[in-house]
């Protein structure tokens, strides 16, 4: 499923909201963590992303995918190069996140 990059903007708000308002002040630091780190370490540690519900996943897709998201109409597909795909701005990136029991996918 194809979900565009708002819906994305608004699950990541909605688990940085909640984390805001319940981050466990045993943390030994001034605060909460901004977003930026949030976010960062919800993709890097498992135990921090089970905590908070979220889960973000990261991969970069293979020319066949990205050949397959490409508008039909402008090139056969034996015609396709990298550049090609580039120059078409046809993404590169498969984001998947996991949030409240929803899977959503971000092509970036």
Request: glycine fraction near 2%; proline fraction near 5%; aromatic fraction near 12%.
């Amino acid at each position: 499923m194809k979900i565009d990059i708002e819906k994305y903007n608004q699950i990541i708000d909605e688990a940085y909201k909640n984390y805001m308002n319940n981050w466990p002040s045993k943390i030994p630091r001034i605060g909460p963590c901004l977003k930026e780190e949030f976010i960062n370490n919800i993709k890097t540690y498992d135990e921090f992303a089970k905590e908070w519900g979220l889960k973000i996943e990261e991969r970069e897709l293979s020319f066949d995918e990205r050949s397959g998201l490409a508008p039909a109409d402008v090139f056969s597909w034996t015609q396709f190069t990298v550049s090609n795909l580039d120059e078409l701005k046809v993404p590169t990136k498969l984001i998947t996140v996991t949030y409240n029991n929803e899977t959503i996918e971000v092509y970036e």
